[in-house]
Protein backbone atom coordinates (compact mmCIF):
# COMPACT_ATOMS: atom_id res chain seq x y z
CA UNK A 1 0.00 0.00 0.00
CA UNK A 2 1.27 3.36 -0.99
CA UNK A 3 0.78 6.81 1.24
CA UNK A 4 1.50 10.07 0.47
CA UNK A 5 4.92 11.19 0.65
CA UNK A 6 5.33 13.14 3.77
CA UNK A 7 2.76 11.06 5.74
CA UNK A 8 4.58 7.62 5.09
CA UNK A 9 5.96 7.22 8.34
CA UNK A 10 2.69 8.34 10.68
CA UNK A 11 0.71 6.17 8.45
CA UNK A 12 2.92 3.14 8.87
CA UNK A 13 3.02 3.18 12.86
CA UNK A 14 -0.75 3.55 12.99
CA UNK A 15 -0.68 0.28 10.65
CA UNK A 16 1.54 -1.79 12.43
CA UNK A 17 -0.73 -0.57 15.27
CA UNK A 18 -3.78 -1.97 14.06
CA UNK A 19 -2.47 -4.93 11.98
CA UNK A 20 -2.86 -8.25 13.40
CA UNK A 21 0.65 -10.78 13.75
CA UNK A 22 0.61 -11.97 10.83
CA UNK A 23 0.82 -8.71 8.94
CA UNK A 24 3.68 -7.24 10.99
CA UNK A 25 6.40 -8.54 8.81
CA UNK A 26 4.14 -7.31 5.88
CA UNK A 27 3.85 -3.60 7.25
CA UNK A 28 7.49 -4.09 7.90
CA UNK A 29 8.87 -4.61 4.89
CA UNK A 30 6.71 -2.00 3.38
CA UNK A 31 7.95 0.50 5.68
CA UNK A 32 11.69 -0.46 4.41
CA UNK A 33 10.80 -0.25 1.43
CA UNK A 34 8.53 3.78 1.75
CA UNK A 35 11.78 5.28 2.63
CA UNK A 36 12.60 5.21 -1.20
CA UNK A 37 9.74 7.85 -1.64
CA UNK A 38 10.45 11.51 -0.77
CA UNK A 39 9.77 15.26 -2.19
CA UNK A 40 12.26 17.70 -1.12
CA UNK A 41 11.50 21.46 -1.26
CA UNK A 42 14.31 23.96 -1.05
CA UNK A 43 13.63 26.86 0.40
CA UNK A 44 10.31 26.03 1.79
CA UNK A 45 9.19 29.54 2.06
CA UNK A 46 10.17 31.98 -0.93
CA UNK A 47 9.68 36.22 -0.39
CA UNK A 48 9.47 37.34 -3.94
CA UNK A 49 9.22 40.57 -5.44
CA UNK A 50 6.04 41.66 -7.40
CA UNK A 51 6.31 41.02 -10.93
CA UNK A 52 9.01 39.10 -10.51
CA UNK A 53 9.24 35.28 -11.36
CA UNK A 54 9.72 32.72 -8.90
CA UNK A 55 11.57 29.39 -9.23
CA UNK A 56 10.31 26.77 -6.66
CA UNK A 57 13.80 24.65 -6.55
CA UNK A 58 12.17 20.70 -5.65
CA UNK A 59 13.54 17.21 -5.87
CA UNK A 60 12.02 13.72 -5.57
CA UNK A 61 12.45 9.85 -5.64
CA UNK A 62 10.40 6.84 -5.61
CA UNK A 63 11.27 3.22 -5.11
CA UNK A 64 12.85 1.50 -8.33
CA UNK A 65 10.80 -0.17 -10.54
CA UNK A 66 8.03 2.06 -10.70
CA UNK A 67 7.89 4.05 -13.92
CA UNK A 68 6.76 7.77 -13.76
CA UNK A 69 3.17 8.14 -15.28
CA UNK A 70 2.54 12.59 -14.22
CA UNK A 71 4.00 15.29 -12.63
CA UNK A 72 2.00 18.64 -11.82
CA UNK A 73 1.83 21.43 -9.29
CA UNK A 74 -1.27 22.43 -6.78
CA UNK A 75 -1.70 24.78 -4.85
CA UNK A 76 -3.22 24.74 -1.48
CA UNK A 77 -3.64 21.02 -1.89
CA UNK A 78 -7.00 22.03 -4.12
CA UNK A 79 -8.79 18.88 -5.54
CA UNK A 80 -10.60 18.66 -8.87
CA UNK A 81 -13.35 16.00 -8.85
CA UNK A 82 -11.37 13.97 -6.43
CA UNK A 83 -8.17 14.27 -7.11
CA UNK A 84 -5.96 17.31 -6.56
CA UNK A 85 -5.79 19.70 -9.16
CA UNK A 86 -3.21 20.57 -11.86
CA UNK A 87 -2.30 24.45 -12.15
CA UNK A 88 -1.15 23.69 -15.52
CA UNK A 89 -4.66 23.50 -16.67
CA UNK A 90 -5.52 26.14 -14.79
CA UNK A 91 -6.30 29.28 -16.49
CA UNK A 92 -4.70 32.11 -13.66
CA UNK A 93 -1.47 30.03 -14.41
CA UNK A 94 -1.33 28.23 -17.87
CA UNK A 95 0.48 30.93 -19.22
CA UNK A 96 3.17 31.80 -15.82
CA UNK A 97 3.61 28.26 -14.89
CA UNK A 98 6.27 26.31 -16.44
CA UNK A 99 8.09 23.07 -15.09
CA UNK A 100 11.35 22.73 -15.26
CA UNK A 101 11.99 19.63 -14.01
CA UNK A 102 12.01 15.57 -15.49
CA UNK A 103 10.19 12.06 -14.65
CA UNK A 104 13.01 10.93 -13.03
CA UNK A 105 14.31 13.36 -10.01
CA UNK A 106 13.81 17.22 -10.72
CA UNK A 107 10.37 18.52 -9.67
CA UNK A 108 11.77 22.73 -10.20
CA UNK A 109 8.93 24.73 -11.32
CA UNK A 110 9.04 28.54 -12.65
CA UNK A 111 6.26 31.03 -11.72
CA UNK A 112 5.98 34.39 -13.26
CA UNK A 113 4.91 38.10 -13.10
CA UNK A 114 3.45 36.87 -9.59
CA UNK A 115 1.24 38.92 -7.62
CA UNK A 116 -0.34 39.42 -4.11
CA UNK A 117 -2.78 36.78 -5.40
CA UNK A 118 -0.49 34.14 -6.07
CA UNK A 119 0.38 34.33 -1.64
CA UNK A 120 -0.48 30.33 -1.35
CA UNK A 121 1.05 27.15 -0.25
CA UNK A 122 2.20 24.92 -3.45
CA UNK A 123 2.45 21.18 -3.41
CA UNK A 124 4.09 18.81 -6.02
CA UNK A 125 2.69 15.66 -6.93
CA UNK A 126 3.79 12.90 -8.82
CA UNK A 127 2.15 9.19 -10.71
CA UNK A 128 3.99 5.95 -11.19
CA UNK A 129 2.36 3.17 -13.14
CA UNK A 130 2.20 0.83 -10.05
CA UNK A 131 -1.42 0.50 -8.24
CA UNK A 132 -2.12 3.19 -5.84
CA UNK A 133 1.63 4.78 -6.67
CA UNK A 134 1.06 8.47 -6.05
CA UNK A 135 3.38 11.11 -3.58
CA UNK A 136 3.10 14.48 -2.52
CA UNK A 137 5.43 16.66 -0.72
CA UNK A 138 3.07 17.35 2.05
CA UNK A 139 5.62 20.21 3.43
CA UNK A 140 5.08 22.51 0.13
CA UNK A 141 6.34 25.78 -0.46
CA UNK A 142 5.39 28.96 1.13
CA UNK A 143 5.18 32.22 -1.67
CA UNK A 144 4.89 35.20 -0.01
CA UNK A 145 4.75 38.59 -2.65
CA UNK A 146 6.11 41.64 -1.64
CA UNK A 147 6.67 44.95 -3.26
CA UNK A 148 9.50 47.50 -2.57
CA UNK A 149 8.81 50.43 -0.28
CA UNK A 150 11.33 53.46 0.52
CA UNK A 151 11.65 54.39 4.41
CA UNK A 152 12.99 58.26 4.22
CA UNK A 153 12.37 60.76 6.58
CA UNK A 154 9.72 63.32 5.87
CA UNK A 155 11.67 66.26 6.50
CA UNK A 156 15.17 67.03 7.24
CA UNK A 157 17.84 69.89 7.35
CA UNK A 158 20.94 70.63 5.43
CA UNK A 159 23.91 69.25 7.39
CA UNK A 160 21.88 66.50 8.79
CA UNK A 161 23.23 62.47 8.54
CA UNK A 162 19.93 60.97 6.54
CA UNK A 163 19.60 56.90 5.49
CA UNK A 164 17.24 55.73 2.85
CA UNK A 165 16.15 52.18 3.21
CA UNK A 166 14.70 50.25 0.90
CA UNK A 167 12.06 47.92 2.28
CA UNK A 168 9.92 44.97 1.61
CA UNK A 169 7.34 43.26 3.85
CA UNK A 170 9.18 40.16 3.73
CA UNK A 171 12.87 38.88 3.43
CA UNK A 172 13.83 38.23 -0.10
CA UNK A 173 14.88 34.77 -0.50
CA UNK A 174 17.44 36.13 -3.58
CA UNK A 175 19.78 37.93 -2.75
CA UNK A 176 18.97 41.25 -4.33
CA UNK A 177 20.73 44.43 -6.30
CA UNK A 178 19.79 47.15 -4.87
CA UNK A 179 19.93 50.08 -7.67
CA UNK A 180 19.13 53.78 -6.24
CA UNK A 181 17.86 56.48 -8.00
CA UNK A 182 17.53 60.12 -7.79
CA UNK A 183 15.37 62.77 -9.75
CA UNK A 184 15.86 59.52 -12.93
CA UNK A 185 19.79 60.06 -12.42
CA UNK A 186 21.24 56.56 -11.06
CA UNK A 187 23.36 56.76 -8.17
CA UNK A 188 26.50 55.17 -7.23
CA UNK A 189 27.79 56.78 -4.02
CA UNK A 190 26.63 56.45 -0.71
CA UNK A 191 24.69 53.15 -1.88
CA UNK A 192 25.10 49.83 0.77
CA UNK A 193 22.87 46.68 0.04
CA UNK A 194 19.36 48.44 1.01
CA UNK A 195 20.48 51.64 2.27
CA UNK A 196 21.23 54.84 0.85
CA UNK A 197 23.68 57.08 3.14
CA UNK A 198 23.65 60.59 2.93
CA UNK A 199 25.84 62.65 5.31
CA UNK A 200 25.92 65.10 5.46
CA UNK A 201 23.04 66.08 3.66
CA UNK A 202 23.16 68.77 1.09
CA UNK A 203 20.27 70.70 -0.61
CA UNK A 204 21.69 69.28 -3.84
CA UNK A 205 19.77 66.39 -2.22
CA UNK A 206 16.82 67.51 -2.18
CA UNK A 207 14.68 65.61 -4.89
CA UNK A 208 12.76 62.27 -5.59
CA UNK A 209 14.68 59.14 -4.39
CA UNK A 210 13.38 55.21 -5.81
CA UNK A 211 14.79 51.73 -5.24
CA UNK A 212 15.00 49.04 -8.16
CA UNK A 213 15.47 45.52 -7.84
CA UNK A 214 15.72 42.89 -11.06
CA UNK A 215 13.18 45.12 -12.70
CA UNK A 216 10.88 46.03 -10.02
CA UNK A 217 11.18 49.76 -8.72
CA UNK A 218 9.71 50.99 -5.41
CA UNK A 219 7.43 54.28 -4.94
CA UNK A 220 9.03 57.26 -5.59
CA UNK A 221 9.94 59.15 -2.29
CA UNK A 222 10.33 62.71 -2.05
CA UNK A 223 13.51 63.92 0.86
CA UNK A 224 12.90 67.43 1.75
CA UNK A 225 15.69 69.15 2.49
CA UNK A 226 15.36 72.63 3.93
CA UNK A 227 18.22 74.98 4.10
CA UNK A 228 18.83 79.43 4.30
CA UNK A 229 18.22 81.80 1.75
CA UNK A 230 21.27 81.91 -0.66
CA UNK A 231 21.95 83.45 -4.02
CA UNK A 232 19.46 86.09 -3.38
CA UNK A 233 19.74 88.81 -6.08
CA UNK A 234 17.81 91.48 -7.74
CA UNK A 235 16.97 91.66 -11.42
CA UNK A 236 15.38 94.89 -13.24
CA UNK A 237 13.35 94.68 -16.22
CA UNK A 238 13.07 97.28 -18.61
CA UNK A 239 15.07 100.15 -21.15
CA UNK A 240 18.74 100.20 -19.72
CA UNK A 241 18.25 104.13 -19.25
CA UNK A 242 15.29 104.73 -16.86
CA UNK A 243 13.10 107.62 -17.78
CA UNK A 244 11.33 109.70 -15.63
CA UNK A 245 7.27 108.36 -15.89
CA UNK A 246 8.87 104.51 -17.05
CA UNK A 247 7.31 101.96 -15.13
CA UNK A 248 10.04 99.69 -14.02
CA UNK A 249 9.55 96.17 -12.12
CA UNK A 250 12.50 94.69 -9.91
CA UNK A 251 12.25 90.78 -8.96
CA UNK A 252 13.88 89.24 -6.59
CA UNK A 253 15.28 85.46 -6.80
CA UNK A 254 16.43 83.17 -4.30
CA UNK A 255 17.28 79.63 -3.44
CA UNK A 256 15.69 79.01 -0.24
CA UNK A 257 13.94 75.29 1.08
CA UNK A 258 11.04 76.29 2.01
CA UNK A 259 10.61 79.42 -0.17
CA UNK A 260 11.56 82.74 1.48
CA UNK A 261 9.35 85.44 2.40
CA UNK A 262 10.58 88.83 0.55
CA UNK A 263 10.89 92.25 1.60
CA UNK A 264 12.12 95.51 -0.20
CA UNK A 265 14.50 98.40 1.18
CA UNK A 266 14.52 101.79 -0.39
CA UNK A 267 18.50 102.31 1.94
CA UNK A 268 17.16 101.18 5.11
CA UNK A 269 13.74 102.00 4.62
CA UNK A 270 11.12 99.12 4.33
CA UNK A 271 9.21 99.89 1.25
CA UNK A 272 7.01 96.86 -0.73
CA UNK A 273 6.45 92.61 0.31
CA UNK A 274 6.96 90.24 -1.96
CA UNK A 275 8.87 89.09 -4.52
CA UNK A 276 7.94 91.37 -7.60
CA UNK A 277 8.17 95.11 -6.75
CA UNK A 278 6.53 96.98 -9.43
CA UNK A 279 6.79 101.25 -9.53
CA UNK A 280 4.59 102.64 -12.42
CA UNK A 281 5.36 106.09 -13.50
CA UNK A 282 8.75 106.23 -11.77
CA UNK A 283 9.67 109.65 -11.10
CA UNK A 284 13.51 111.38 -9.64
CA UNK A 285 11.93 110.50 -6.32
CA UNK A 286 12.15 106.75 -6.58
CA UNK A 287 15.59 107.30 -7.61
CA UNK A 288 18.52 105.52 -4.92
CA UNK A 289 19.80 102.01 -4.22
CA UNK A 290 17.62 99.27 -3.87
CA UNK A 291 17.18 95.55 -2.25
CA UNK A 292 15.84 92.76 -1.22
CA UNK A 293 15.73 90.35 2.15
CA UNK A 294 15.10 86.84 1.89
CA UNK A 295 13.73 85.58 4.90
CA UNK A 296 12.83 81.72 5.99
CA UNK A 297 12.42 80.33 8.92
CA UNK A 298 16.15 78.47 8.61
CA UNK A 299 17.61 82.08 8.13
CA UNK A 300 17.66 85.17 6.00
CA UNK A 301 19.77 86.97 3.48
CA UNK A 302 19.59 90.26 1.53
CA UNK A 303 20.92 90.73 -1.89
CA UNK A 304 23.51 93.04 -3.65
CA UNK A 305 21.64 96.86 -3.80
CA UNK A 306 21.14 97.45 -7.30
CA UNK A 307 20.52 101.51 -8.15
CA UNK A 308 17.68 103.04 -9.76
CA UNK A 309 18.83 106.15 -11.92
CA UNK A 310 16.27 108.05 -13.35
CA UNK A 311 16.78 110.55 -15.84
CA UNK A 312 14.37 113.89 -16.82
CA UNK A 313 15.24 116.73 -18.93
CA UNK A 314 16.06 120.07 -17.48
CA UNK A 315 13.57 121.59 -15.01
CA UNK A 316 13.23 124.04 -12.73
CA UNK A 317 15.74 126.47 -14.79
CA UNK A 318 16.22 129.79 -13.01
CA UNK A 319 18.93 132.66 -12.89
CA UNK A 320 20.55 133.10 -10.25
CA UNK A 321 22.41 137.13 -9.63
CA UNK A 322 25.81 137.14 -7.72
CA UNK A 323 25.08 140.54 -6.32
CA UNK A 324 22.76 143.67 -6.78
CA UNK A 325 21.12 143.65 -10.33
CA UNK A 326 21.90 147.59 -10.35
CA UNK A 327 24.94 148.41 -11.57
CA UNK A 328 27.22 151.40 -12.61
CA UNK A 329 28.11 152.14 -16.17
CA UNK A 330 31.46 150.21 -16.27
CA UNK A 331 30.82 147.34 -13.78
CA UNK A 332 29.17 144.04 -14.61
CA UNK A 333 26.74 141.56 -12.67
CA UNK A 334 27.36 137.76 -12.66
CA UNK A 335 23.97 135.49 -13.49
CA UNK A 336 23.95 132.00 -12.64
CA UNK A 337 21.61 129.05 -14.94
CA UNK A 338 20.63 126.90 -12.26
CA UNK A 339 18.83 123.77 -13.32
CA UNK A 340 17.62 120.27 -11.90
CA UNK A 341 17.65 117.87 -14.67
CA UNK A 342 19.55 114.07 -14.93
CA UNK A 343 21.70 113.68 -16.15
CA UNK A 344 23.28 117.51 -14.97
CA UNK A 345 22.91 120.36 -17.79
CA UNK A 346 26.22 120.85 -19.56
CA UNK A 347 24.86 123.30 -22.08
CA UNK A 348 23.77 126.80 -21.45
CA UNK A 349 22.43 129.50 -24.08
CA UNK A 350 21.99 133.37 -22.74
CA UNK A 351 19.38 135.33 -23.86
CA UNK A 352 18.31 138.95 -23.52
CA UNK A 353 14.70 139.91 -24.78
CA UNK A 354 13.58 141.24 -27.98
CA UNK A 355 16.67 139.48 -29.56
CA UNK A 356 16.51 136.11 -31.47
CA UNK A 357 20.28 134.92 -31.30
CA UNK A 358 21.97 134.12 -27.99
CA UNK A 359 24.61 136.45 -26.23
CA UNK A 360 26.41 133.90 -23.99
CA UNK A 361 27.07 130.80 -22.94
CA UNK A 362 28.38 128.70 -20.35
CA UNK A 363 26.31 128.14 -17.22
CA UNK A 364 27.76 131.73 -15.77
CA UNK A 365 27.12 135.21 -18.23
CA UNK A 366 28.28 137.81 -17.41
CA UNK A 367 25.93 141.01 -18.41
CA UNK A 368 27.24 144.38 -18.98
CA UNK A 369 24.32 146.33 -20.19
CA UNK A 370 20.58 146.58 -19.11
CA UNK A 371 18.17 144.59 -20.17
CA UNK A 372 16.50 141.64 -18.98
CA UNK A 373 18.08 138.39 -19.69
CA UNK A 374 17.19 134.33 -18.96
CA UNK A 375 19.00 131.27 -20.09
CA UNK A 376 18.51 127.64 -21.24
CA UNK A 377 19.27 124.44 -19.75
CA UNK A 378 20.37 121.71 -21.99
CA UNK A 379 20.81 117.81 -21.62
CA UNK A 380 20.42 114.68 -23.59
CA UNK A 381 16.91 114.52 -22.98
CA UNK A 382 15.56 118.52 -23.37
CA UNK A 383 15.39 121.85 -22.78
CA UNK A 384 14.45 124.38 -20.61
CA UNK A 385 13.97 128.06 -20.38
CA UNK A 386 14.23 130.43 -17.28
CA UNK A 387 12.43 133.24 -16.22
CA UNK A 388 14.06 136.53 -17.18
CA UNK A 389 15.67 138.96 -14.78
CA UNK A 390 16.11 142.56 -15.14
CA UNK A 391 19.83 144.15 -15.07
CA UNK A 392 19.95 147.98 -14.69
CA UNK A 393 22.90 150.19 -15.69
CA UNK A 394 23.37 153.83 -14.29
CA UNK A 395 25.76 156.28 -14.92
CA UNK A 396 25.34 157.73 -18.42
CA UNK A 397 23.10 161.17 -17.82
CA UNK A 398 24.75 161.70 -14.58
CA UNK A 399 27.91 162.21 -16.50
CA UNK A 400 26.86 163.95 -19.07
CA UNK A 401 25.13 166.21 -17.03
CA UNK A 402 28.13 166.97 -15.15
CA UNK A 403 30.17 167.08 -18.23
CA UNK A 404 27.78 169.53 -19.38
CA UNK A 405 27.85 171.61 -16.07
CA UNK A 406 31.93 171.81 -15.76
CA UNK A 407 32.49 172.80 -19.62
CA UNK A 408 29.50 175.21 -18.64
CA UNK A 409 31.20 176.59 -14.99
CA UNK A 410 34.36 176.97 -16.69
CA UNK A 411 32.82 178.62 -19.88
CA UNK A 412 31.65 181.28 -17.20
CA UNK A 413 34.97 181.54 -15.50
CA UNK A 414 37.09 181.87 -18.70
CA UNK A 415 34.11 184.87 -19.72
CA UNK A 416 34.59 186.31 -16.51
CA UNK A 417 38.30 186.31 -16.36
CA UNK A 418 38.23 187.82 -19.83
CA UNK A 419 36.12 190.80 -18.90
CA UNK A 420 38.00 191.42 -15.86
CA UNK A 421 41.40 191.80 -17.65
CA UNK A 422 39.44 193.85 -20.30
CA UNK A 423 38.51 196.15 -17.59
CA UNK A 424 41.63 196.03 -16.04
CA UNK A 425 43.90 196.25 -19.46
CA UNK A 426 41.17 199.43 -20.09
CA UNK A 427 42.10 201.06 -16.54
CA UNK A 428 45.10 201.06 -16.73
CA UNK A 429 45.56 202.25 -20.69
CA UNK A 430 43.00 204.92 -19.23
CA UNK A 431 45.62 205.60 -16.63
CA UNK A 432 48.46 205.59 -18.53
CA UNK A 433 47.22 208.14 -21.17
CA UNK A 434 46.17 210.13 -18.09
CA UNK A 435 49.80 209.97 -16.76
CA UNK A 436 51.10 210.63 -19.89
CA UNK A 437 48.95 213.78 -20.48
CA UNK A 438 50.81 215.37 -17.15
CA UNK A 439 54.21 214.65 -17.38
CA UNK A 440 56.29 217.18 -19.09
CA UNK A 441 58.60 216.18 -22.49
CA UNK A 442 62.27 215.62 -21.71
CA UNK A 443 65.17 213.90 -23.37
CA UNK A 444 63.55 211.06 -24.69
CA UNK A 445 67.88 209.30 -24.67
CA UNK A 446 67.74 209.66 -20.77
CA UNK A 447 65.47 207.77 -18.70
CA UNK A 448 62.43 209.73 -17.32
CA UNK A 449 62.87 210.02 -13.75
CA UNK A 450 60.26 212.22 -11.69
CA UNK A 451 59.70 212.49 -8.21
CA UNK A 452 56.11 211.67 -7.79
CA UNK A 453 53.83 212.24 -5.16
CA UNK A 454 51.14 210.32 -5.67
CA UNK A 455 50.95 208.89 -2.21
CA UNK A 456 50.56 205.35 -3.73
CA UNK A 457 54.30 205.37 -5.05
CA UNK A 458 55.49 207.72 -2.82
CA UNK A 459 58.06 205.06 -1.57
CA UNK A 460 59.51 203.95 -4.74
CA UNK A 461 62.81 204.56 -4.74
CA UNK A 462 64.69 205.12 -8.87
CA UNK A 463 68.33 203.30 -9.33
CA UNK A 464 70.09 204.27 -12.48
CA UNK A 465 70.58 201.65 -14.90
CA UNK A 466 74.27 201.31 -15.98
CA UNK A 467 74.95 198.24 -18.57
CA UNK A 468 79.01 199.50 -18.57
CA UNK A 469 78.64 202.45 -16.74
CA UNK A 470 76.40 204.68 -15.14
CA UNK A 471 73.14 205.28 -17.17
CA UNK A 472 71.10 206.60 -14.52
CA UNK A 473 71.44 208.17 -11.39
CA UNK A 474 69.42 209.29 -8.44
CA UNK A 475 67.59 211.79 -9.33
CA UNK A 476 67.09 215.00 -7.61
CA UNK A 477 63.49 215.52 -8.73
CA UNK A 478 61.52 214.97 -6.25
CA UNK A 479 58.29 212.65 -6.80
CA UNK A 480 55.73 214.46 -5.94
CA UNK A 481 52.60 211.50 -7.47
CA UNK A 482 51.13 209.95 -4.68
CA UNK A 483 50.72 207.11 -6.22
CA UNK A 484 54.57 206.89 -7.51
CA UNK A 485 55.91 208.40 -4.20
CA UNK A 486 57.56 205.78 -2.60
CA UNK A 487 59.16 204.13 -5.62
CA UNK A 488 62.61 203.97 -5.33
CA UNK A 489 65.19 203.10 -8.60
CA UNK A 490 67.66 201.50 -7.84
CA UNK A 491 70.88 200.55 -10.33
CA UNK A 492 70.78 197.72 -12.58
CA UNK A 493 74.04 196.53 -13.06
CA UNK A 494 74.64 193.20 -15.33
CA UNK A 495 77.83 192.72 -14.23
Known amino acids: MLMNVGETGVAMVMLIRMAPLPLIFLFAVHMVSSADWAVNYNPLHICALKDSSVIMSCTY ?14 KNLAKHREELADLSVDPEYSQRLQYLGDKRQNCTVRLSHVTKKDEHKYYFRFTTDKTRG ?23 TEGDSVRLTCRSSCNLTDTPTFIWYRNSERLTEGTIGDKLILNPVRREDLGRYRCAVDGLTSP ?32 CSSDSNPPAQIFW ?37 YSDPVTLNVQYPPRNVSVSINGSAVIMS ?30 GSGQSFSAVQSGRFYCEAHNPHGAQRSAAVTVTVKGHSLILYASIGVGCGAAVVIM ?51 PHHDTCTDSDDDFTDPVYGNIMISEYSPY
Open 61 to 74: KYPTGHQIRKVFWN
Open 134 to 156: KGTGNTGVRLSVTDLQLESPERV
Open 220 to 251: EVYLNVTYPPKSVSVSISGSAVIMSGDSVTLS
Open 265 to 301: YKGIEYVEYGRIFNISRISSDDSGEYKCRAYSESGDK
Open 330 to 359: GDSVSLMCISDSNPPALNFSWFKENQSSAV
Open 416 to 466: MLLICMSRMKKRHNTEQSQMNESRPHHDTSNYYCDNSTDSEYANISMKTFK
